[in-house]
């Protein structure tokens, strides 16, 4: 088995969310592949399989320090970049297949980015009252700068509390604890003629309880566009920034093409290539 290390998302060398990849995964166990996950302490964790589907040109399980995601955006963007550092060769010219939890998903290649079709919603629409107070004492929000409360899930259970401002998302002040699989994000516009046009943040759950900010968020970013663009907030495209309060410096390129689909991409790059790695008892 060897095992890389990939920027993802970055703005720059080292600005964006950390992914290892294991390649040649197929002999581990999940509680193996959970273990490993657990000890790098990386958001994510991802190991490369054969695909099941002849569609496929690779399958992947992804993992966090809590368990199995059947979907993560970073993590789909760095699995492929590495299978294709690799020499993975995809069926398709200029589109890759990659088979995961919630089915296939297409990954474009397009210069140094690469960008997946954000698939589509297992959940969607208002958070009840409750959810959204609680969503709110969790992330330490100003209650009267949100300005909606929605379910974004795509895999991760995001909820979405959109609020006024890049600044009012760059102000909360998030709790320390919460339940395991508590997935909550923020967005806020930019305002004229910054780097960006939304400010993102994104909060999940580790193996300890402990509610931390991942730097930057594939599967939120997709929840968020797919919502932007369906309710009109967004035409077209958009770019959106993430990390700045982790020390990271995300950016994040949303496209809705002609046909409706939507695209998320962003830069990937290779921090250490084909470490070998040793049997995990």
């Not at 009252?129 to 795509?154: C, F, M, S, W």
């Not at 994000?185 to 509610?211: H, K, Q, T």
């Not at 689909?261 to 830069?267: K, V, Y």
Request: aromatic letters at 8%; proline letters at 6%; charged letters at 20%.
């Amino acid at each position: 088995m060897k095992i890389d290390l990939v920027d993802v998302f970055g703005s720059g060398p080292l600005s964006g969310n950390r992914l290892a990849v294991v390649h040649g995964a197929g002999d581990l166990s999940a509680d193996q592949m959970l273990a490993l996950t657990k000890w790098l302490g990386f958001s994510e964790t991802t190991f490369l399989l054969p695909p099941s589907d002849s569609a496929a040109d690779y399958r992947v399980r992804i993992f966090y320090p809590g368990g199995e995601l059947p979907f993560a955006g970073h993590p789909t963007l760095g699995s492929c970049y590495a299978w294709l550092e690799a020499g993975g060769s995809p069926q398709q010219d200029g589109v890759v297949i990659q088979e995961c939890g919630v089915g296939l998903v297409e990954v474009r290649r397009n210069g140094t980015q690469l960008a997946f079709k954000a698939p589509p919603f297992t959940k969607q629409g208002d958070l009840t009252a409750e959810e959204r107070d609680n969503a709110i004492k969790l992330t330490g929000v100003d209650p009267d700068a949100v300005v909606e409360a929605v379910h974004v899930q795509n895999g991760p259970q995001w909820q979405l509390l959109r609020l006024a401002s890049a600044a009012d998302v760059l102000a909360a002040d998030p709790v320390s604890k919460a339940p395991l699989g508590t997935d909550i994000g923020l967005a806020g516009p930019c305002e004229e003629r910054a780097d960006a046009d939304w400010e993102l943040r994104a909060f999940f759950v580790n193996a300890a309880g402990r509610f931390v900010e991942d730097p930057v968020t594939g599967s939120f970013n997709a929840g968020v566009a797919m919502h932007l663009f369906g309710s009109g907030l967004a035409r077209g495209s958009y770019r959106a920034a993430q990390g700045r309060e982790t020390g990271a410096d995300g950016l994040v390129d949303c496209r809705q093409e002609t046909d409706g689909s939507i695209w998320i991409g962003g830069r990937c790059a290779m921090v250490a290539q084909g470490g070998a790695l040793q049997p995990i008892a």
